[in-house]
């Protein structure tokens, strides 16, 4: 809090992925011996990575293709899985139609009421499928369809911004997050919050897991709408902290999960690097076969009916989810294998466990903009190849 | 001033609306019960948005609408709306003529000079339509015409940089400020000015609300032509560190009013974070169906006759004024609905009124390049869709 | 000095004359009042704008106009104008061929030795086209051609870097510049240097001005060939202090000449409020009507026959040298009408003269790509309309 | 380390080749009596410049026209030219493919295996062409096949991270550095590493020199797919420090090589500044006539058959090796003729020698985005001309 933007007007400098880079020590592991597990609720992973509950990224298959690789992915109950019996020909209208129909289409289709029947039946398919049923909701669908979910894995509570202390409008009932998940038979994973009050007060109010990220996501335009984002390094530094600090005071470990703007292996790595247990994904994998998105990605903000936010991407579609996750790469961007670049960058930096890979050394290096970065940007803009 | 940017030669770092980023807090405020209030002079206005008193910007018909949706547009009497009884024609002429011929024909249009009737049939006909009849005229029109323009309801003093220690060419009349204000039976805002000194001053001098922003405008080229243009968030900041002083000092609050630079919903909400009452825009209005420009922008400094400055952008038509001010937005970049951006930002930071939005947490952030401002930028250029 | 790069390496943060804006203070001054006159040598000139030693921008019949308008120019003897007694063709043949042959051309060009009775004729030109005549040459040069140029008016000993400490190859004769000074009947101003110890050696060494700057221009790439290249706002301070460390030493003003990279108007208001008294500019010059380049820069480092550097940059042709220095502008970019931007800054900023500009507010602002400088560098790299 | 990117997370400034430029002390050198002699090994060279081991840029004719230049070549034993005994037709497939079968197309020719014999032959055609026999492999490929490569002279062990201290899979021997060292009979350079600590115990560990750089390389992807790359400018110092305590302890001289990112003469200088001995560079001399990557430049971590990293850029030729090292320049843009750049270099900036090189005064400048690097990002995106 040094830096005085103006007269009585102290601001933190926040740090960006892109502004970091890490450095190797002094010694090196072989990548083969590298431990890449981690723990959410009672359940084991080996593969640190959430896919988005985002319409493009996540549907039944896809949640079950994931969990067989060792990651995680989450269905979004207010979406349009929910809304429609048969999402298929929803996605496509949404993937065929122009730049200039797109959000208003969002509108109209999302205008459609969420059916619980269909929240009840996409958790069941989860499960027949073989999957780790994860969903997710906002605290409103959550106070009204809440009790539906029980037969889930975990469940995620997810709005833009969380907060204990939520002041509503007057007759609408406020979602107390500490009753909630007392309520709930399940963990409840819940965010998101950048900052280590908020992070510590959700750990203390039951979460199972903190979501950690505003504004800095591709496919997400908070920062331009609302003046809000939070640079993701500092965000995570400051949320794991909080997990230190509720570890030492209830001998608890709630993990941490970076949520937002990743795009690469190297954004993941530094991810963890900053302290994060794992990440929340959402274009990287927007991008597989398998995908509902069907090589579109767009963020779940934008069907708001009077402010919508996010954007419309065209990723590509560049391999199926096992070369996505688990490689062998056909690309060299650092969009394929992402679970053996975590690995390869843990052994070069001489990290056995995520818990070491969230010590080894940062430095804060000049902006690289990366090729696929660049990329991605010319193709929000509808300009490029 | 702890920089040395040489021997002896101190500076301070001054900062932009694009390198801060809004932090959410420990609380969050439904939206529908944020209140967005503020006043000028015996004014309300429950948004805190007016119109640029731009050529392109505001015309009778456009003050009216903004006034019916609870902002404010100020007429510009120095402009083509006090030089032509009939300003269509010469609206068609400006925004059809090529790039090159643009500020050879400002300059011929503006050799026309300022007729009196006009000033004086221009505040009727707003008064009329049921506006709140906002004009501005620079220093040296407001000298010679001050005196007609006493039906108006607010009285904007305004050039590049106000100063109450002018020093006047031989036989120039300087205009006394604190003389004017007291001579005006209605309440007079002035500016711009950036410093905490002059701010200071002007509200001495007896400005009802002060205009803070000098060169950080799109269609202003101040920096590149002059050398001078002061980052808008410290600009702010320290105007805003002048209200309170004064108010400290006479028990009076006069509002500060960010002009210059702001594009989006997001800048808005930053410059109100950084400490303004309210904002004055162009650029975003000049998209306006109803807007005089038809999807043109241009500066008042253009039409000089000696040293033109400013670019006319093509911004293009993006929906109405109501779309523009109250939503529901059919873009999802942040330049629709823009007090419903407000409203979200302030609840999503947990801010119930903008007293409160001025206090928010801001933390300097590496610089976003958002669609908006990318296309902006290639528009300028030339280039793009 | 108190970052440190790597251990044990510290380095100083040098600023660009991008990086920095100027604040109004808390006066204004009538441009019509303001006093842009200043001295080099025996020398009054009310415009303090000095066109740059190269073979693009001045010829005999440009320095007389430069001349008449308030302004100097410099003839470079080294370049084409003392190889051959017609350079009309040989400009035409620089401006006609492609990039690719550039640099041989010019390399050919240049292998044409310079012509003893020539350097004499272009002097005596000079004079009675009612010029001053200004003539610069490398050390080299003068040491051979010295005694041939005692009918000029400001004799400029001009390399990349000039030092007053330089070991010659053996049996190569160096330069000792306070013996040269001596030996000429005219002032001679030195340059080019960066630092505060070497500019104020040479005013010990009798410099009757310094120019300031190496590395930072438009057709310069001595940065990237050589890696030396000091931000310009940073030298021009450093050697300001010189300038006023040697009066107070002497009781003698030697004015600073800030040389290199200067593109519009803001950015020579921006050097002489980092301390000089006055500019040489060479592509803004390019662009008149009257200039020899055709439309086309080029730097005088460029005909090296063994490492060339320097570009041939199109800058097209705008205006006459009379709309670029004192206007009206037909542009709104700042490279029209220079004395007016620098007369109007100063009176916005307050400063009646050339010493009180020199000392304005200077502010770091992030750095603000202006649309001159993105064609510009387009131009550079034949892309771009 | 007193920057905080978040809380209890210190993280250190590390600056970029692009952030530095140097600055011209008191004195001055004539650039013919300039010293560039550096020693590696037994071995005294007048150039201080290494041809990276790549496919692309070094084999056998190639190395013995550098070392006829008075530089070093190093021929990759893990590259094409061990795999196949005529790696004419390899090349020209790698270089006809398109970019998306690039990636498959390496990881094919990879899959060959390394021919024992092939090692011997090529080291003795090296001789036997009059080249100093500069051979390079990873520690995998040394502990197989090092005693194969004895007759060489010099000796690199490389890989993107090298350490003393690794850890490896169960059942795969590691390979004891300084073992190895004392079990060759030719002097072995190691590296890459990034830090003083490291490069302490390489040097300890028996290195003749160190090689320095870690994911800054045009062709290099490290960063993006890793999120590991440290700036050049602050990993050269650090392990110039680490020389310095090493040679204080030891009274023996190792000299450090600069490897990776360096495009120009002037970011060869730089590094030079920075404290190093030598550079390695890849893509400048691929652009040579005589490389054998005909036009094109690829990375060596580009073949992986699970994470390949790397791009292949399309560089072009534009000259002979001769001109590259030693001009004259038929390129202004610090291409050509590096020798007389550095030189140069040296010569303006008063230093008689590499020793005196290293301690030239360097400022952090705001990056200079230079013309070879906008063709290079803009090539690599498939834009440009």
């Given at each position: 809090?040094?830096?005085?933007?103006?007269?009585?007007?102290?601001?933190?400098?926040?740090?960006?992925?892109?502004?970091?880079?890490?450095?190797?020590?002094?010694?090196?592991?072989?990548?083969?011996?590298?431990?890449?597990?981690?723990?959410?609720?009672?359940?084991?992973?080996?593969?640190?990575?959430?896919?988005?509950?985002?319409?493009?990224?996540?549907?039944?298959?896809?949640?079950?293709?994931?969990?067989?690789?060792?990651?995680?992915?989450?269905?979004?109950?207010?979406?349009?899985?929910?809304?429609?019996?048969?999402?298929?020909?929803?996605?496509?209208?949404?993937?065929?139609?122009?730049?200039?129909?797109?959000?208003?289409?969002?509108?109209?289709?999302?205008?459609?009421?969420?059916?619980?029947?269909?929240?009840?039946?996409r958790i069941a398919e989860m499960k027949s499928?073989?999957?780790?049923?994860?969903?997710?909701?906002?605290?409103?669908?959550?106070?009204?369809?809440?009790?539906?979910?029980?037969?889930?894995?975990?469940?995620?509570?997810?709005?833009?911004?969380?907060?204990?202390?939520?002041?509503?409008?007057?007759?609408?009932?406020?979602?107390?997050?500490?009753?909630?998940?007392?309520?709930?038979?399940?963990?409840?994973?819940?965010?998101?919050?950048?900052?280590?009050?908020?992070?510590?007060?959700?750990?203390?109010?039951?979460?199972?897991?903190?979501?950690?990220?505003?504004?800095?996501?591709?496919?997400?335009?908070?920062?331009?709408?609302?003046?809000?984002?939070?640079?993701?390094?500092?965000?995570?530094?400051?949320?794991?902290?909080?997990?230190?600090?509720?570890?030492?005071?209830?001998?608890?470990?709630?993990?941490?999960?970076?949520?937002?703007?990743?795009?690469?292996?190297?954004?993941?790595?530094?991810?963890?690097?900053?302290?994060?247990?794992?990440?929340?994904?959402?274009?990287?994998?927007?991008?597989?076969?398998e995908a509902p998105g069907r090589g579109y990605?767009?963020?779940?903000?934008?069907?708001?009916?009077?402010?919508?936010?996010?954007?419309?991407?065209?990723?590509?579609?560049?391999?199926?989810?096992?070369?996505?996750?688990?490689?062998?790469?056909?690309?060299?961007?650092?969009?394929?294998?992402?679970?053996?670049?975590?690995?390869?960058?843990?052994?070069?930096?001489?990290?056995?466990?995520?818990?070491?890979?969230?010590?080894?050394?940062?430095?804060?290096?000049?902006?690289?903009?990366?090729?696929?970065?660049?990329?991605?940007?010319?193709?929000?803009?509808?300009?490029?190849?």
């Open positions: 809090m040094d830096i005085q933007i103006g007269r009585g007007k102290p601001a933190r400098r926040a740090y960006g992925i892109d502004e970091i880079a890490l450095v190797p020590g002094r010694g090196t592991v072989d990548p083969a011996i590298v431990d890449t597990q981690w723990h959410i609720g009672s359940i084991t992973r080996d593969v640190p990575i959430i896919a988005s509950a985002m319409d493009s990224v996540v549907d039944v298959p896809m949640a079950a293709a994931l969990c067989q690789l060792g990651a995680l992915g989450v269905l979004n109950l207010d979406g349009i899985q929910t809304r429609y019996a048969n999402p298929i020909p929803i996605l496509e209208r949404i993937t065929s139609v122009g730049n200039h129909e797109f959000v208003p289409l969002m509108q109209e289709l999302y205008a459609e009421p969420i059916k619980p029947e269909l929240i009840e039946q499928h073989g999957a780790i049923a994860c969903v997710s909701a906002t605290p409103a669908t959550a106070i009204k369809f809440g009790h539906l979910t029980h037969a889930c894995d975990l469940f995620f509570l997810q709005s833009t911004v969380v907060s204990t202390n939520h002041l509503p409008a007057p007759g609408v009932p406020p979602l107390d997050l500490q009753q909630f998940c007392q309520s709930m038979p399940v963990p409840v994973i819940m965010g998101n919050c950048v900052t280590y009050e908020v992070c510590l007060e959700l750990m203390h109010a039951g979460a199972a897991a903190v979501l950690v990220g505003i504004g800095p996501g591709a496919a997400c335009t908070s920062r331009g709408v609302l003046g809000i984002g939070i640079p993701q390094a500092t965000a995570i530094a400051d949320c794991a902290a909080a997990r230190e600090t509720f570890q030492a005071e209830t001998g608890r470990y709630v993990p941490i999960i970076a949520d937002g703007g990743l795009v690469t292996g190297g954004d993941i790595c530094k991810s963890l690097a900053c302290g994060a247990d794992s990440v929340m994904i959402g274009s990287p994998l927007a991008r597989a076969q990605h767009w963020g779940m903000a934008t069907p708001s009916a009077v402010l919508p936010r996010g954007t419309r991407i065209k990723v590509g579609t560049t391999g199926s989810i096992y070369q996505i996750l688990r490689g062998p790469a056909a690309l060299d961007d650092g969009t394929h294998n992402l679970l053996g670049a975590i690995k390869t960058s843990m052994g070069t930096l001489g990290a056995k466990n995520l818990r070491e890979m969230q010590q080894v050394e940062i430095v804060i290096a000049p902006s690289l903009l990366t090729e696929g970065k660049v990329y991605q940007k010319a193709q929000q803009l509808g300009m490029g190849k």
